[in-house]
């Protein structure tokens, strides 16, 4: 099956700091990403939208600023938390859709992100 | 608005069967899933629904009746395993997910 990787799954840093999270599809061609974020015992949220090669569609209420999204190629989406603080902490769980196959959406690890 | 309903938190019991409901209200429909996420991980899929009826796959069962906004997603034989969350989520006219709040399912030996 369909395999979505994401690096780091585990990132501590300071208040302060920007952190880099990377999204891969290994086995396909992800013409869309998909970017989440999920606070303790409460649902997904999706934050963006992202299609390679154009700039990402964000959800109301997320700073584009602030979560910069780049999907330079059909494989690779990366999500850059800037000048991260506390509240930004959370599970950020990137998902990629196959070209041509809109029902189905794989899911990556995840990230767990930690500002202190 | 959009909405998916399904209940917070379920209890049952090692070896028995439970029916986790999801009721949905959203501007268009493309599908119905069902997702598993255990604490600390990241979703995997279970199943998806597009047309009425009972999908079958293994000890695990998806119903959808697209008339009534209603789905319910079938645990047989429950293992401690099976502890985990269950995720609704529905797909729009933009092929985009609607998700459920989850219901964690606490199985008891």
């Known amino acids: 099956g369909a395999v979505v990787s994401q690096h780091p799954s585990w990132v501590i840093c300071k208040s302060g700091t920007s952190v880099k999270i990377e999204c891969r599809s290994l086995?396909?061609?992800?013409?869309?990403m998909f970017w989440y974020r999920q606070f303790p015992k409460q649902s997904l949220m999706l934050m963006a939208t992202?299609?390679?090669?154009?700039?990402?569609?964000?959800e109301q209420g997320v700073e584009k600023d602030k979560f910069l999204i780049n999907h330079a190629s059909l494989t690779l989406s990366t999500l850059t938390v800037t000048s991260a603080h506390p509240e930004d902490s959370s599970f950020y769980i990137c998902?990629?859709?196959?070209?041509?196959?809109?029902?189905?959406?794989?899911f990556g690890p995840g990230t767990r992100l930690l500002v202190l | 608005g959009q909405n998916i309903d399904q209940p917070t938190e379920m209890t049952a019991t090692e070896g028995a069967i439970v029916q986790i409901n999801c009721t949905y209200q959203?501007?268009?429909?493309?599908?119905l899933f069902w997702y598993q996420q255990h604490a600390g991980e990241a979703p995997t899929f279970l199943s998806y629904?597009?047309l009425d009826g009972l999908e079958e796959k293994g000890r695990f069962s998806s119903f959808l009746s697209r008339s009534k906004g209603y789905s319910y997603l079938l645990l047989k034989e429950l293992q401690m395993k099976d502890s985990a969350s269950y995720l609704c989520?529905?797909?729009?006219?933009?092929?985009?997910?609607?998700w459920g709040a989850g219901t964690k399912l606490i199985i008891k030996p």
């Open positions: 998902s990629a859709r196959e070209g041509g196959n809109q029902e189905t959406q794989y």
């Open positions: 086995d396909f061609q992800a013409t869309t």
């Open positions: 992202s299609n390679e090669g154009s700039k990402a569609t964000y």
């Open positions: 959203t501007s268009g429909f493309n599908g």
């Open positions: 629904n597009v």
């Open positions: 989520a529905v797909m729009d006219s933009n092929y985009q997910l609607i």
